[in-house]
């Protein structure tokens, strides 16, 4: 359950669902070079979320032809990790969050997953709109934790727009920017300087 603490070896550990994982100039992974990853789910056996700046040429509507007219510009197939790139993850956002609506479950606010067997016809009224993700980025237990530590990545709270941006290229510098401060000067990092 988001916002609620969980035992690992003896102490508390604060689930991060919901939350935007930004990836420092210091993460060495090309997977993840200058990505905004939203965890949908952060347990004790791990972590699942996908990158929301990484979008494909792949139309929604060439590969979910009844879920295209609900997909936010760009209208397009995201590459939301490295894996198991043939699933399928959609996010919505509701238009009424305190609404209960059958296949969506709530990752934060009014953004959530929602199972794509469910017909968009019956969750037009309720839908704000949609990004599908093929693939997700999937850490073991302790694993996201331990990059989290090395530097790797920002733990930053999310906007409820933040996985619907119009122009997903500019989510990682955007991002950082609205933070302040030294975290803002990381988003003008020039991409072709290696860190040691």
């Known amino acids: 359950m988001q916002g609620e603490g969980q035992a690992i070896g003896g ?3 604060e689930s991060m669902t919901g939350r935007l994982l930004v990836a ?4 060495k992974d090309p997977n993840f070079d200058r990505t905004v990853v939203l965890l949908v789910a952060h347990e004790p056996g ?8 990484r979008a494909t040429e792949v ?3 060439e590969v979910l032809g009844d879920w295209s007219d609900l997909a936010r510009h760009p209208a397009v197939l995201f590459e939301g990790g490295p894996v198991q790139p043939d699933s399928a993850i959609c996010l919505a956002r509701m238009r009424h969050p305190m609404r209960r609506l059958k296949g969506f ?3 934060s606010g009014a953004v959530g997953t929602i199972d794509l067997s469910v017909d968009p016809e019956r969750l037009r009224e309720s839908i704000g709109g949609i990004r599908v993700f ?3 980025s999937g850490w073991g237990s302790g694993q996201l934790e331990q990059e989290i530590a090395g530097g790797s990545w920002f733990v930053l709270d999310g906007l409820p727009g933040d996985a619907f941006v119009d122009r997903p290229d500019d989510l990682w510098p955007m ?9 803002a000067a ?4 020039p991409p072709d300087v290696a860190l040691n």
């Open 11 to 13: 102490r508390a550990m």
């Open 59 to 61: 139309p929604v509507a």
């Open 186 to 189: 990381v988003a003008h990092f």
């Open 24 to 27: 420092t100039p210091a993460l």
């Open 134 to 136: 093929a693939g997700y």
């Open 46 to 53: 791990g972590a699942l979320g996908v990158v929301l700046n």
């Open 175 to 183: 991002v950082l920017r609205r933070q302040g401060g030294m975290m």
């Open 105 to 107: 479950h709530q990752v």
